[in-house]
Nanobody
Framework: QVQLVESGGGLAQPGGSLRLSCAASGFTFSSYAMSWARQAPGKGLAGVSSIYSDGTDTDYADSGKGRFTISRDNAKNTLYLQMNSLQPEDTALYYC??????????????WGHGTQVTVSS
């Protein structure tokens, strides 16, 4: 029933921007914290950013701090990640994830299939 569908990935040049979207369904979207995570080729999974259920609080990994902005539109059941000043190190498969409560926690109960972001000249 729970479905998370990422979109918006693609190829960007260094210094460029992309906005990722995650369409959520099958649950009360506004009741749960959401996060973005990513996995670069040959590397482990890393957290990117998280947002409280109502969007009033956010958290960012150092990798994207100052460049990335997480947001959500609860009326549209959609999570976003605005990525600016992209660098090759941002190349990864980006996942939309759902937390089990309204605030972010270590336990993520659902994942999307990911959207690929490639940053290259």
């Amino acid at each position: 029933q729970v479905q998370l569908v990422e979109s918006g990935g693609g190829l960007a040049q260094p210094g460029g921007s992309l906005r990722l979207s995650c369409a959520a369904s099958g649950f009360t979207f506004s009741s749960y914290a959401m996060s973005w995570a990513r996995q670069a080729p040959g590397k482990g999974l890393a957290g990117v950013s998280s947002i409280y259920s109502d969007g009033t609080d956010t958290d960012y990994a150092d990798s994207g701090k100052g460049r990335f902005t997480i947001s959500r539109d609860n009326a549209k059941n959609t999570l976003y990640l605005q990525m600016n000043s992209l660098q090759p190190e941002d190349t990864a498969l980006y996942y939309c994830t759902k937390h089990a409560i309204e605030y972010w926690c270590t336990f993520v109960d659902y994942w999307g299939h990911g959207t690929q972001v490639t940053v290259s000249s």
